[in-house]
């Protein structure tokens, strides 16, 4: 018996050697000044895989812009001062500390000695310089591009020494720290000669060999299987340690499995072939609790997210585009009070009952109450209220016919179409559940479901629309971001893109307050101007704002230190700190 | 024989009035929202309650509870036969507020539940039944019209005109035609009406199946013209038209029939189809295919089993076309020997 169980246990012993596949992790090295992770601990071993709707499309974090590229690329590479995502302050990455100069210009960062890329090459001022250069290149059109320039001037990075770098903004600007978070460091040994000869675009592609690409992140590219999957493996090099000095990560692989849809992630996370969802619609959500007991899933509900859905008419100028037919209607939506009238008449108590189940916050202003640093909690909540509305739309002169049907002035009938993403479930049941509470008011509303990229080309392109249910928003808490919405010219001020001028007196307002806000060092001064800039919009109600669903996530019961988050990548952000239970830790933990 | 015959004959005949009866049947608006009861599960019918039973079937208010719905067995709501309730227009000409049956609100029977907008099962399979039906029938008298008048043309006259058309039927014989209608209706501009799309929908199914049945009644036409009588009639210096209408449109008009009824099951499948993509039929109306793309969801369609209604009613109505072309083949058959 005595020798079975040896036996045995050597088997498993061995089957355990045999499965880590991953590098070791290196020993650190005495000069290497780690990132010391205090409150982390776990053991090595295991792979984790995860569900992704769908294929990245590029490997080069300068240049993707999608999501999912976004989410793979994140795992690889590092930044020099990093957003926290459960704490959302920042915190030293591969700066070890900075010095910020009291006018708020300058920027001294201190980097870690003696860390290394995952190929093993050091990391040092002349990357720092080399990986600003290539995101403020003009013909590289990095998405980050436009955030290093302040007021038409890029930011000046020069190295004091070999550790050090200085940053000097053209002007003062607030959080500016909050910046470095998303500008990756890029390997100068590895990137200098396609970036000299003009073929950086084209670097690191999904056909590059998984050795070329190396980061600082805590992964590095194992495999790429076209149309199924990217393995990454332990970067043996990473510079962040847990509380027991031990190198993270503890993961030896994580893979993303591309499986196309949320319920195909759903189905693929029932069968335990994959590890994690990152966000979760409420009905899947309900679906997994219900197996909770059989399954002993981790399900995290994180409440309010940061993205607001919203209905949108359109105050484009139409120009010399031929869409009378809706000019004619914007004599409507350009109407505060029909506006207003809308918002009053829409349940949105009922949007979160029906569309979310419940796990959802009904919304009226921009800052969903997730936000809690910059939300503007005096902006009223008005219920729905059908004779407020009739009475408004009175007011702007409609009228109703005996058959209860809306008039406008010259008589004739309020009808309009809402476009949406034939995709996104939810929001198309926003939208019948506003057709139903227009027609209360005699509005006749029609929804038109289309695919997502024909809905983007209308609302950015053709303008040829009337009404349209949207989200935006999810990326930072802080409201820099978000400049390009409501700042008239900003590339997302969708109700009205490529305005000359401001067209209202209070976009002029909001344009004011938001370039101060972006300049004043303040917290307290800045949340002033930003609820100012809240009210602006919750009265004048260029978006008709509707819900914002919670942020829902699960993993399965053996992952460990599993974290998720409101900001993106909601679960993946402490991909470092993951591990897989053993069995019997496991069977301890249930 | 002939009891089949009326048992086949009956079906039809219920499933149809059923239909353009639908809201009378129907117990509430197909697009009323009850937004207190999103899926809630088939009002169970009571017989008994603990004093004994009832001839008179009843039902329970639903509420929610932690668990999901209950029903709160407090006060009984007994169905009643012609109550008044939401208006609607019997045979799309008469205004009343009569239904075959309901319940004293705030209860609410719903046999088939209800969908996510709490909005009654039953009554939109009985609506969307009339959009599906008709869709199934006006496309195939769509189809049939134009392939019988192109299959008579080709096989009449036969020469280029039988060759050019039969190379059409071939053309849109190969056709894919799902994808060739996902095609089209993308085409078609999105402002557009519930009934305009409703109409543009069955002329475009119906267009694009001309081409089977023209090939058949070509064939028959072609076998006919050979015939003496056909020969003799036009011996005798009898117009085109005359021999058409006299000699060859009773042949040719047999198989129409048994087309048909084959014909009208595929297309209310073609409109099941396109409106569960979203291409079809659009809210809030309702019809077979848009009540079941929400299945499309993974969790609707493992919570909800009810919300597979409109399944069983496409199935309830194949069969009976099926049967019934069945009776018509076998009638003809009888008929002609």
């Known amino acids: 018996m005595k020798v079975i169980t040896r036996l045995a246990l050597l088997v498993c012993l061995l089957a355990g050697v045999c499965h880590a596949t991953g590098p070791l992790p290196e020993k650190p090295n005495p000069g290497e000044e780690l990132f010391r992770a205090e409150q982390v601990s776990g053991h090595y071993g295991g792979q984790l895989t995860i569900g992704g709707r769908a294929e990245p499309k590029t490997f080069n974090p300068v240049i993707a812009t999608d999501a999912v590229s976004r989410e793979v690329i994140g795992r690889l590479v590092a930044d020099l001062i990093e957003i926290n995502r459960a704490s959302q302050q920042t915190e030293p990455a591969l700066a070890k500390s900075w010095k910020t100069s009291s006018d708020g210009r300058v920027f001294t960062l201190q980097l870690r000695k003696g860390i290394r890329f995952s190929d093993g090459h050091g990391f040092d001022a002349d990357d720092v310089l080399f990986s600003f250069a290539v995101h403020l290149n003009e013909k590289v059109d990095s998405p980050q591009r436009d955030l290093l320039i302040i007021d038409g001037k890029p930011i000046a990075v020069t190295k004091i020494d070999q550790y050090t770098v200085r ?43 998984p050795a070329a690409v190396a980061g600082l992140g805590p992964f590095r590219l194992k495999q790429y299987v076209p149309g199924d999957r990217v393995v990454l493996e332990r970067n043996p090099y990473y510079w962040k340690a847990d509380s027991r000095n031990q190198r993270l990560p503890y993961l030896d692989e994580l893979t993303f499995l591309f499986v196309g849809t949320e319920d195909a992630q759903v189905m693929r996370f029932e069968a335990g072939a994959t590890h994690m969802i990152s966000r979760l619609s409420s009905e899947n959500y309900n679906l997994l609790s219900r197996e909770r007991s059989r399954s002993g ?19 484009n100028d139409l120009g010399t585009k031929k869409l009378d037919a809706i000019a004619r209607k914007q004599r409507w939506f350009g109407d505060l009070k029909f506006r207003q009238a809308v918002s009053a008449a829409i349940d949105r108590e009922a949007i979160v009952r029906l569309v979310y189940q419940t796990r959802g916050t009904a919304l009226w202003g921009n800052v969903p109450p997730g936000n809690k640093l910059w939300i503007n909690t005096n902006i009223p909540h008005p219920p729905k209220s059908l004779d407020s509305a009739r009475q408004l739309l009175k007011s702007a002169g409609f009228s109703w016919n005996s058959a209860g049907q809306l008039l406008d002035s010259s008589g004739a009938r309020v009808e309009f179409s809402i476009i949406s993403s034939s995709s996104n479930t939810q929001r198309m049941k926003m939208a019948t559940l506003l057709q139903d509470d227009l027609s209360h008011l005699g509005m006749q509303v029609h929804i038109v479901p289309l695919e997502f990229r024909a809905l983007v080309d209308r609302v950015f392109q053709s303008f040829d629309y009337e009404a349209a249910i949207m989200g935006l928003g999810g990326g930072d808490a802080d409201p820099n971001p978000e400049m390009n919405v409501w700042t008239s010219q900003g590339t997302s001020h969708l109700w009205h893109l490529n305005e000359a001028q401001p067209a209202t007196a209070w976009e002029r307002e909001i344009d004011g307050l938001m370039q101060q806000q972006m300049v004043t060092l303040d917290y307290a001064r800045r949340k002033q101007l930003y609820d100012r800039v809240q009210q602006l919009i919750a009265e004048q109600l260029p978006f008709i704002f509707l819900a914002t669903p919670n942020v829902l996530a699960a993993a399965d019961a053996r992952v460990a230190n599993f974290h998720p988050a409101i900001l993106d990548p909601y679960t993946l952000w402490n991909a470092d700190e993951l591990y897989i239970r053993t069995p019997i830790e496991n069977a301890g933990v249930r | 024989m002939r009891n089949k015959t009326w048992g086949v004959i009956a079906a039809v005949v219920v499933l149809h009035v059923t239909l353009l009866f639908a809201g009378f049947v129907a117990p509430y608006d197909p697009a009323g929202q009850n937004r207190e009861l999103p899926y809630a599960p088939p009002t169970r019918l009571h017989f008994h309650n603990g004093s004994g039973w009832h001839a008179r079937p009843f039902v329970y208010r639903l509420t929610i509870g932690p668990d999901g719905y209950m029903e709160d067995k407090t006060i009984p709501f007994p169905v009643h036969l012609f109550p008044k309730g939401s208006a609607h227009k019997l045979l799309g000409l008469f205004d009343t507020t009569t239904h075959l049956f309901g319940v004293e609100p705030p209860a609410t029977v719903a046999l088939f539940g209800t969908d996510a907008f709490g909005r009654d099962e039953f009554s939109r399979v009985l609506y969307g039944g ?74 475009v199914i119906g267009l694009i199946g001309w081409a089977r049945p023209a090939r058949l009644v070509r064939g028959i036409v072609l076998s006919t013209r050979s015939r003496n009588y056909v020969l003799a009639a036009n011996g005798f210096g009898a117009s085109d038209l005359h021999v058409l209408r006299y000699h060859i449109l009773p042949d040719v008009l047999g198989v129409l029939t048994t087309q048909a009824t084959l014909l009208v099951p595929r297309y209310i499948a073609a409109e099941v189809t396109l409106s569960f993509f979203g291409l079809g039929v659009n809210e809030p109306m309702a019809s077979w295919g848009n009540m079941l793309s929400s299945l499309q969801q993974y969790s609707v369609l493992v919570s909800y089993a009810w919300l597979l209604a409109p399944v069983g009613a496409v199935v309830v109505t194949s069969v009976t076309y099926a049967l019934l072309a069945d009776t018509v083949q076998s009638r003809l058959k009888f008929s002609s020997t």
């Not at chain 2, 195939?140 to 036969?158: E, F, K, S």
């Not at chain 2, 053309?171 to 305009?196: D, E, I, N």
């Open chain 1, 167 to 209: 940053f000097v903004l053209p002007r003062p600007y607030a959080a500016a720290e909050r910046l470095f978070d998303g500008i990756a460091m890029l390997p100068k040994h590895l990137l200098e000669k396609p970036f000299r000869e003009g073929k950086f675009v084209e670097t690191w592609s999904l056909n590059t060999a």
């Open chain 1, 297 to 315: 899933a981790q399900l995290a509900d994180l409440g309010p997210s940061l993205e607001y859905n919203f209905l949108l008419f359109n105050q």
């Open chain 2, 130 to 203: 009339q959009i599906s039906v008709a869709a199934g029938v006006v496309a195939t008298l769509i189809a049939l019209l134009a392939g019988g008048i192109l299959g008579i043309l080709a096989g009449y006259y036969g020469a280029w005109t039988d060759q050019s058309l039969m190379a059409g039927t071939e053309l849109f014989l190969c056709l894919p035609w799902l994808y060739f209608l996902l095609g089209v209706r993308a085409f078609l501009p999105l402002h557009l009406s519930p009934t305009r799309t409703f109409f543009l929908l069955t002329c």
